[in-house]
């Protein structure tokens, strides 16, 4: 799978502190699953979060290893915005209230670092947060105030670290087992998560925290050629996603007593899938095709739809996010580098 960065080394690139030309700042058009040109050089896949319904904000990093942020505020997308860092891995953001978000990457010194929102036009300083870290970091919260974070670290073993609402946790090993490639992590109510990851031998590994203490590893088979992608519509029901050495999306499910057979999705995919469920009993799955387009399938609660080209000729993993019920926005880096949007 092709990786942004290689596509752009050595390029000459820069982020402007002022909407490119073409960039709409009006409300957006009244056609929904139109691709929009948000504009931008970015050097990563986009990242999104929303703290409340119909705001929006999206994170990449720029030639100048700087985070660049540009929201929707409900009526218009603002400029970009330089929120610094030296940054070389993706973004991750995460919110665990109205009004909050945290913002997480790693440094050019292999360190996590961490950024927040304090208020309107306002973040917060850098800080490190330690660590030597290979893998991008996922975030989870499962409560106000609470933020675990996941990482792999040169270990190849899975560290943990946590925000109690006062102070951060030291790191933990979830070791001793080595893991490959990026993380996915869940919750699915409070004091509960779960943690997914490639094995070495390519196969899916879960670890999960019951409230008390966690569980061993598990290996739930599969031979992936991607990494996973979760989603939880419910107490108690994890849906886990990956590109297969076929290249097919393949699926596998926990629904509260024991977990499923992998079911074959089908499609010819070229990069980590993005899941997203907008209500209990419902989920949309998107990815890139061989062809460059976006693809889309859907489990409307009964049955999986045929797969459908949203189009677009895109080059790194898709971000899609839901604010709620029958909304769902997806973010994609174009050849041209720029940030585009559907919805």
């Known amino acids: 799978m092709v990786r942004l960065t290689t596509l752009l080394l050595g390029a000459a690139i820069s982020l402007v502190s002022e909407a490119r ?15 929009e040109p948000l504009g931008g050089t970015l050097f990563s896949p986009p ?16 030639g100048d290893s700087a985070v660049w942020q540009r929201y929707w ?12 860092g030296k940054i070389v891995s993706k973004p991750v953001p995460i919110s665990w209230g109205p009004g909050r978000m945290d913002l997480f990457a790693t440094g050019t010194d292999g360190a996590l670092w961490h950024s927040w929102w304090t208020g309107p036009g306002t973040w917060g300083r850098w800080e490190s947060l330690g ?14 105030n609470r933020i675990d974070l996941f990482v792999v670290g040169t270990t190849s073993q899975v560290y943990h670290k946590w925000w109690d609402g006062n102070a951060w946790g030291g790191w933990e090993s979830l070791g001793p087992q080595t893991m490959r490639g990026n993380i996915a992590s869940v919750a699915w109510g409070p004091n509960r998560l779960d943690v997914f990851v490639r094995g070495t031998d390519n196969t899916l590994q879960h670890k999960w925290w019951n409230g008390n203490s966690w569980g061993g590893w598990e290996s739930l088979g599969g031979i992936l050629a991607s990494d ?11 849906d886990v996603f990956a590109v297969g050495t076929d290249h097919a999306l393949w699926h596998k499910w926990w629904d509260g007593n024991t977990w499923s057979t992998w079911e074959n999705l089908g499609g010819v995919l070229e990069s980590v899938p993005s899941v997203v469920s907008d209500r209990p009993g419902k989920i949309d799955v998107y990815a890139i095709g061989t062809d460059s387009a976006l693809w889309h399938r ?9 797969w459908e080209s949203l189009g677009g000729k895109i080059v790194d993993e898709p971000a899609a996010i839901s604010w709620g019920p029958e909304r769902i926005d997806v973010f994609a880096v174009g050849t041209d580098h720029a940030l585009w949007h559907n919805y």
């Open 228 to 238: 996973p992608a979760v989603v939880s519509w419910s107490a108690n029901r994890l």
């Open 21 to 35: 030309p073409g960039v709409s700042l009006k409300p957006r058009a009244t056609v929904p699953g139109r691709w």
């Open 47 to 62: 990242t999104v979060v929303s703290m409340e319904e119909n705001i929006l904000d999206v994170f990449v990093v720029g």
């Open 298 to 306: 859907q489990w409307d609660g009964g049955v999986w739809r045929p």
């Open 73 to 84: 505020d409900g009526c218009e997308w603002s400029n970009w915005r330089n929120l610094g």
């Open 131 to 144: 660590g030597v870290i290979v893998s991008d970091t996922s975030a989870v919260s499962w409560g106000p």
